[in-house]
T-cell receptor, first 112, second 112 residues
Framework: SQTIHQWPATLVQPVGSPLSLECTVE??????LYWYRQAAGRGLQLLFY??????ISSEVPQNLSASRPQDRQFILSSKKLLLSDSGFYLC???????????FGSGTRLTVV | GENVEQHPSTLSVQEGDSAVIKCTYS??????FPWYKQELGKGPQLIID?????GEKKDQRIAVTLNKTAKHFSLHITETQPEDSAVYFC???????????FGGGTRLMVKP
């Protein structure tokens, strides 16, 4: 069965520090992968999605970037965090032709 | 592109009562409609879904109905329990899409 791993679960980082969040999947190949952000009490904001290695589409301009160095690995990064980057970050897995998503457990990022 | 609207944004019910959450979509080509439940601090989990070739689907206390003509679908929870308290998201996608379009979410509170 397909599984998705996301870490860390919580992270407190100072303003101006770098960020790297990792998401890995198992039990599938060539999946679509997505990064979402959720502000407190708000909806799901799509940040990036990837349909294959090295293929990244950005949905909103921001202080973040994404990379997909391997088929089952999706990384969210920032060179310098802003206070506004705080939020709950979710990675999701969707197979081509498989409409539903499987979400990771999320990372709570607090920028101080 | 697709646009999904979800109502209400918050819903408070007494334990044992029923809860109904409604979503409308804009793209008549959408043919898959999942519902996700997100508990506090966790990633969304798929609870039920429906495809456009059926009008209703039921799984124990939850059911989803779809009206393709009116382009709306609803989640019905009967005999609500405190553990049903969560944020619920509806979504839609079509065959050609790589991404689900999510509604804004509904915070359901079940009072004991």
């Amino acid at each position: 069965s397909q599984t998705i791993h996301q870490w860390p679960a919580t992270l407190v980082q100072p303003v101006g520090s770098p960020l790297s969040l990792e998401c890995t999947v198992e039990g599938t190949s060539n999946p679509n992968l997505y990064w979402y952000r959720q502000a407190a009490g708000r909806g799901l904001q799509l940040l990036f999605y990837s349909v294959g290695i090295g293929q990244i589409s950005s949905e909103v301009p921001q202080n973040l970037s994404a990379s997909r160095p391997q088929d089952r690995q999706f990384i969210l990064s920032s060179k310098k965090l802003l206070l506004s980057d705080s939020g709950f970050y979710l990675c999701a897995l969707g197979g081509k032709g498989r409409y539903g998503y499987t979400f990771g457990s999320g990372t709570r990022l607090t920028v101080v | 592109g697709e646009n999904v609207e979800q109502h209400p944004s918050t819903l408070s019910v007494q334990e044992g009562d029923s809860a109904v959450i409604k979503c409308t979509y804009s793209d008549s080509a959408s043919n898959y409609f999942p519902w996700y439940k997100q508990e506090l601090g966790k990633g969304p989990q798929l609870i039920i879904d429906i495809r456009s070739n059926v009008g209703e689907k039921k799984d124990q206390r939850i059911a989803v109905t779809l009206n393709k003509t009116a382009k709306h679908f609803s989640l019905h929870i009967t005999e609500t329990q405190p553990e049903d308290s969560a944020v619920y998201f509806c979504a839609a996608i079509n065959n050609a899409g790589n991404m689900l379009t999510f509604g804004g979410g509904t915070r359901l509170m079940v009072k004991p």
